[in-house]
Structure formats: C-alpha cells, structure tokens
C-alpha cells in the first residue's frame, strides 16, 4: 500500500490559518499585535527573496512587520547599534538578521547581540541551552525543526515511546529535532539515536526506526530497503540534482530531490513528506508561530 502524504504546504496554509485567528483575538481582546522585523544587509537576490516571503507572510497574519534594508557597507557597530534599538522596541516581539552576512561583520557577535526573548529563529546559545534544559524553559524551538515536529504530530503519528532515527547532526535542523524529540511532553518523548558520518552501520540504524527524519543533504542516501515499514519518513533534504523548463513560467527551474528515494519509499513507509512541498513550507510558518508566542510572552499572555 502506497505511504500516506504529509503535505507541509497543506499543514502550513492551516496553521498560518489558526495563526490569522489567533492574531485577530489578539489584538481586538488584549490591543497586542505581533511584531516582527527582519534586517536585511545588501541585496543579495536569494535572501531578498527569503525575506520578502517571511514579510509577505507576516503581513498577511496581520503582523506588524517591518522591513530593514541596510547597505552592504554597513559597519558593524551600526548593525549592533540597530539591533540594540530593536531589542529596547516594545512594538517588536521578533527580530531576524537574514544571513549570510557581507564578509566584514561578524555573523556570531551579530546573531548573539539579539535578546534572547526576542530571537524567533530560535538559535542564539541562550535558547540553544534552553531547549536542553527542556520544559517550561523553552521560549522558541528552531523553525525546520519545529516544523518537522509539527509534521508528525499532524499525521497522526505517536512520538511517545517511539524508535526516532534521525540522519545528520548540524546545529539547524539535526541537533535540535533530536533535543525535541526527547523533550518530555507531547509530541516528543521519544527514543532517539542521531547517525552521522561516523556511525558505523546507518543501514541498521535507520531500519528500525518507526520516524526516521533525514537531514544529511546527500540525495538518495536512505535508501527503500532502510525503511520499516509503516513507519513515518520525513525528509529535510533539499538537493539540486539539475535544471528543467518550468511550463508555468518557460524559465528554466531546478530539479529538487530529497535525501530519500521518494517513489520506492512511499511503497514501504506509512507517511512520508514530499521534496518540494514536506518540510520546505513549514519553516517560515513557524517562524511567524514563534513571534507569536514572543507577543504573548511579552504581553503576559502565555498559555491564553
Ligand atoms: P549540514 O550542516 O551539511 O549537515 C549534514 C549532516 O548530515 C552532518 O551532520 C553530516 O554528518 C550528515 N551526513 C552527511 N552525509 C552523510 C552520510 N553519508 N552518512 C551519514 N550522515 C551524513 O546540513 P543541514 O544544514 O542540516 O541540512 C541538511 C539538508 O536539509 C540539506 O539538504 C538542506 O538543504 C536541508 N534543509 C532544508 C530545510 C527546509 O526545508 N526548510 C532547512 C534546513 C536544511 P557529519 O556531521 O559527520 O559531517
């Protein structure tokens, strides 16, 4: 029997769906509206497009969402000071520093100089170190991590007690799908064993598990006979493996494969996410998940 889909562009569009309602509540019972700024530093065509999609995103929840272009040249005292005026700004609950940044600044001291309470990418080392912590410490999960999270529960599948395998340990989507997959609580709770280049025998890890999440960026690495059956797949690889004529546009679009042979593996597993359209559409909502989380912190709202 053919593995059911976990759409991530159809979880996405319901989740941005209860967000809208959400922010709507927000602002008529409690006057708090969501506020979320991403500084954009030169204009790189790749981060223009990623931060007009996270603005374009905000403003449709009904965000108050600000856009801040800078030059290329910026010193890097004049972005730490921007920052600092955005951390002092109560009308903001989010701040994201598109990356990469040009050579001269650096990208660490930059990504630091964010409060802690206002980081909704959800990777400065204070949020890092309270994700380990675990429980009510935690103020925002990592966006693709959060996502996938989001994409289990959603399909359906029990966390609690299961074999969770997850392939690759980077510090944006391995480690922390990892570190929330073990929380105690819902949607977690798992066993969890993270494989990486240095594991011995990947083949058996990955062949008992029941969610197996794969973030290595190496296409086709798991292959069909890895996988249990009826387990749940999510793949978080997004690999260009060449270039096609789109139809829509008559421009030439890559061809994107994940890190999992999709058409042999949705045979075997039970669920399993699509490249493009799993994970891919799920971060920024979460993003904009996190921010409002961040309104509500600030606002003395949280668990309402
Ligand atoms: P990364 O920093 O390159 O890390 C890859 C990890 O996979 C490393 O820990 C590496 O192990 C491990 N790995 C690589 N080849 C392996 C192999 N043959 N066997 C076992 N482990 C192997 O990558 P990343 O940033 O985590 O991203 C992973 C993939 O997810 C990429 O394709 C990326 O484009 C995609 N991604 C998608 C989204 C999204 O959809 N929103 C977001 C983030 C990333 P070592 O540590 O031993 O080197």
New binding site residues.
């Given amino acids: 029997m053919s593995a059911k889909i976990i759409s991530g562009t159809e979880i996405a569009a319901q989740i941005r769906e209860e967000l809208k309602k959400e922010v709507a509540e927000l602002k008529d019972q409690h006057g708090v509206v969501p506020g979320l700024v991403t500084i954009l530093v030169g204009k790189n065509p790749a981060s223009v497009s990623y931060v007009t999609g996270k603005q374009k995103t905000a403003h449709e929840l009904g965000f108050n969402s600000i856009q801040d272009d800078q030059s290329e040249n910026i010193a890097e005292a004049d972005l730490l000071k921007l920052i600092d005026k955005y951390n002092k700004d109560s009308k903001i609950h989010g701040i994201l520093v598109q990356l990469p940044l040009p050579k001269h600044i650096d990208e660490k001291k930059v990504l630091n100089a964010i409060d802690p309470d206002k980081d909704v990418d959800g990777f400065h080392p204070v949020n890092v170190g309270r994700l380990m912590i675990g429980g009510a410490e935690v103020k925002f999960l990592p966006?693709?991590p959060a996502?996938i999270q989001e994409l289990i529960v959603r399909a359906g599948f029990e966390t609690s007690g299961a074999e969770v395998v997850v392939?690759?340990?980077?510090?944006?989507?391995?480690k922390p799908i990892a570190n929330i997959m073990l929380q105690k609580g819902r949607g977690a709770n798992a066993t969890v064993t993270i494989?990486?280049?240095?594991?011995k025998n990947?083949e058996a890890h990955c062949k008992r598990a029941d969610i197996l999440i794969?973030?290595?960026?190496?296409p086709g690495?798991v292959k069909p006979e890895w996988i249990k059956p009826g387990s749940c797949v999510i793949d978080?690889?997004?690999?260009r493996v060449g270039e096609k004529l789109s139809e829509k546009t008559g421009k030439m679009v890559p061809i994107l494969k994940?890190?999992v042979d999709f058409d042999a593996a949705k045979e075997i597993a039970g669920a399993i996410t699509p490249?493009?359209g799993?994970?891919?559409?799920?971060?920024i909502t979460m993003l904009m998940k996190n921010t409002v989380a961040s309104a509500k912190m600030h606002a003395g709202l949280q668990g309402k």
Avoid at 167 to 174: A, L, M, P, T, Y
Avoid at 195 to 199: I, R
Avoid at 214 to 218: I, Q, T, W
Wanted: glycine letters at 24%; charged letters at 5%.
């Fill in positions: 966006c693709t996502g392939v690759g340990r980077s510090n944006i989507v391995g494989v990486h280049t240095g594991t990947l794969v973030a290595a960026g190496v690495l978080v690889g997004v690999n994940g890190d490249v493009p799993g994970v891919g559409p799920m971060t």
